[in-house]
């Protein structure tokens, strides 16, 4: 937003950056057949990792055939390998409604990952923490050198919108799943309180009057939602036969009314597509990253 205030990230094994990584998912089959997206991903267990759920399954293409995760990528350097997923879990209210309150999935390591450092913590915030508050993300926009880098930022949040934070903090296709943390350094205290999706744009007469940024808010039936789906799968015996597994599961829905779908991240390479919602005069447009 206004100035890009990204920089890449140097030593991408050092905390919290070790536990950020880059997601490939390819389909081979269905309407999105040889398309492949890359996003962003982060370790909140040994073997799952808590992306957006855009990046590996979509109403209208459905799930990812193959599903690769590379923890603290820094170029050509994989740090902690590549590692194959071997069960995908997504809310069925994403899955089946495209609900963007719920566009958020977990993705289930073949073997786990040692950082050294452990995870970060998700921390369940009140609405009143977003009117304003320091945030931090990093992610792999693949708008910058090759896409395989990890850049990182600060902004701030700018309110809530349902169950989706908006925020400043500058992003790109590529960095859909990227982490939303604040850091308390008085305290020394980071918490994961979201997960990048997109952005807006709001017009009016034709002009561009707003343009913000979402992720979608881990609050307590969300992060109850991880937690669950963590200690179920961190230390669950490997899928059967090899094959990529997928999971629908459900949560306590939020008090805000669902959000309309917006179209999935684009293949690797391409500009993501937009929505426009007219409501009354103004009109909005919706980016997924």
Do not use: K
């Not at 990048?196 to 744009?201: K, P």
């Amino acid at each position: 937003m206004g100035a890009d205030d990204r920089v890449p990230v140097d030593d991408t094994t050092v905390f919290p950056f070790c536990t950020i990584g880059q997601i490939e998912a390819g389909w081979r089959r269905g309407p999105a057949a040889g398309s492949l997206r890359v996003g962003t991903g982060t370790l909140v267990g040994r073997r799952v990792v808590l992306t957006s759920a855009h990046c590996v399954v979509d109403p209208s293409t459905g799930w990812a055939d193959d599903v690769q995760f590379m923890p603290a990528r820094n170029g050509d350097r994989l740090p902690f390998g590549r590692i194959r997923i071997e069960r995908l879990v997504a809310l069925n209210a994403w899955v089946e409604g495209g609900d963007n309150n719920y566009d958020l999935a977990l993705l289930v390591l073949e073997v786990p990952v040692d950082t050294g450092s452990g995870t970060m913590p998700i921390t369940v915030r009140s609405p009143e923490f977003f009117l304003d508050s320091g945030l931090n993300t990093a992610g792999y926009p693949s708008e910058t050198g090759d896409g395989r880098r990890l850049y990182r930022t600060f902004g701030r949040s700018l309110g809530l919108e349902g169950g989706l934070i908006r925020h400043d903090l500058d992003t790109a296709p590529g960095q859909s799943g990227s982490p939303v943390w604040f850091f308390e350094s008085a305290t020394g205290t980071r918490g994961l309180v979201g997960v990048i999706t997109g952005s807006r744009e709001v017009t009016a007469a034709g002009a561009v009057v707003e343009v913000y940024n979402v992720a979608i808010r881990l609050d307590a039936d969300l992060a109850q939602w991880v937690a669950a789906q963590v200690s179920l799968y961190d230390h669950a015996e490997p899928a059967a036969g090899g094959q990529l597994e997928v999971i629908e599961t459900s949560v306590a829905p939020p008090d805000a009314a669902a959000i309309p779908p917006m179209p999935a991240c684009g293949a690797l390479g391409a500009a993501t597509g937009f929505l426009t919602v007219l409501a009354g005069a103004v009109q909005f447009a919706r980016r997924r990253r």
